[in-house]
């Protein structure tokens, strides 16, 4: 399970590439959706999102994969991705 700081700092991202002003990190459940029912993300926000992870935590993700989507379904599934990629990055 992926640190509790990890995924505040997720959720501040989320808030901050997004421009999502009326959020707060505490308004976010790690394990809520964030796209259609949950958060209501779109794809442009998955796009944009994408991009601000790879920026911050220099995680190399494919746009068009099941994996990828499997990866952005919550905060946590997030924190868990950027965790594993910080990971393995460190072990090259």
Known sequence: MPSPELELEIK???ISALSLED???????????????GLGLDSIDALELGV???KKYRVG???DS???R???SSVRSL??????????????
């Open 61 to 63: 993700m494919s746009a």
């Open 12 to 14: 501040q991202l989320i």
């Open 23 to 37: 959020i707060q990190p505490d308004d976010i459940d790690a394990d809520e959706a964030l796209f259609g029912a």
């Open 70 to 72: 499997r990866h952005f």
């Open 79 to 92: 924190a868990a991705f950027v965790e594993n990629g910080m990971a393995a990055a460190s072990q090259a």
């Open 52 to 54: 601000a992870l790879q």
């Open 66 to 68: 099941d994996e990828t």
